[in-house]
């Protein structure tokens, strides 16, 4: 059976500002309440029943009551309560050991580069790479290895995702995604022509990432948002493939509610093009980005024919 996950986005704060940030433009809009994600959390558990929830910004480490949205979560017995961090708040040890002791089970740390040049010039924050690096230490020495790791990849990084990669191993973490950049919203978005790489060319730098990871024991590292057609030979390294398996997942956002994640990202967001047509991974497919058919062009797709 599916496991049932729900993504409550807290609010947009951030202490990074990240160029390609999808919510870069919205800032504005105000953050959830503590109430509100309170009572989020009950209908979570007693209406939904999930066995995930995932707690998502911004960056929820800077808000007064994360430790209060944790507990609450933890009280009510959620099997897994997972966040998504820029990590720089963990470099304080204590402020680590407060999250886990409160219930923190899983965390996913975003990672943009191999350096704090790749990752500071992404994050427009200097001092973040160094931050979020020994907010991870420090999990480690207190004996806490439930750390995962996202990266998203635009031009400014793609070339380094071997090193990225590298960076991974040494850190020991299990399970990693590769995000190809979305450019539906946001940063990445508004600044498409100097943000977005074509997948042509970061696949290669992907498969690369995914192949490190594979040399080290690590099969389960993923790409997410990405043709089929460069991935022939990591059909089971597909993000978007394992979720739809695996997942019923929803998003609650201070300005939008989504039911079904994965069927209005197929719908709305995704595009497969008329060159697609006979490619024998069309059904498990879900094509490239609408804003990137729009920019680009579908000439880069290279449908699957039978041998
Ligand atoms: S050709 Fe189209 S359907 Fe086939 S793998 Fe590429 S994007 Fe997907």
Redesign the pocket.
């Known amino acids: 059976m599916k496991k049932k996950k729900i993504v409550i986005f807290v609010g947009y704060d951030c202490n990074n500002n990240c160029r390609f940030c999808i919510n870069s433009e919205k800032r504005k809009i105000k953050s959830k309440t503590t109430d509100q994600i309170i009572k989020e959390i009950y209908l979570a558990t007693k209406k939904e029943k999930i066995d995930i929830i995932e707690f998502i910004g911004g960056e929820i480490t800077i808000r007064d009551d994360f430790f209060k949205i944790i507990s609450t979560a933890k009280k009510l017995n959620i099997p897994d309560i997972v966040i998504a961090t820029n990590g720089r708040m963990f470099s304080d040890i204590n402020f680590a050991k407060k999250a886990l002791e409160k219930g923190l089970s899983t965390i996913i740390f975003s990672i943009h580069g191999p350096d704090s040049k790749t990752h500071d010039l992404l994050t427009r924050s200097k001092g973040s790479f160094i931050e979020l690096m020994r907010g991870i230490e420090n999990f480690k020495k207190i004996g806490f290895n439930n750390i995962n790791a996202n990266t998203t990849i635009v031009k400014q990084n793609f070339k380094k995702l071997p090193q990225i990669a590298k960076l991974h191993v040494k850190l020991q973490i299990k399970n990693v995604e590769y995000i190809f950049v979305d450019p539906q919203y946001g940063g990445a978005n508004k600044d498409f022509s100097n943000m977005v790489p074509k997948i042509s060319i970061a696949s290669k730098y992907m498969r690369k990432a995914l192949d490190i990871g594979r040399e080290a024991g690590y099969y389960q590292w993923k790409v997410r948002y990405v043709?089929?057609?460069?991935f022939t030979d990591y059909l089971d390294q597909i993000s978007e493939i394992n979720e739809a398996k695996l997942f019923l997942s929803k998003h609650w956002a201070p300005d939008f509610v989504n039911e079904d994640v994965v069927k209005s990202r197929k719908k709305y967001a995704r595009e497969?093009?008329k060159?697609?047509k006979g490619?024998k991974?069309?059904k498990l497919?879900?094509?490239?980005w609408k804003e990137y058919i729009k920019n680009y062009g579908d000439k880069e797709?290279?449908?699957?024919k039978d041998k």
Do not use: A, V
């Open positions: 043709p089929l057609c460069y497969k093009t060159r697609c490619c991974l069309f497919c879900e094509g490239i797709l290279n449908p699957i």
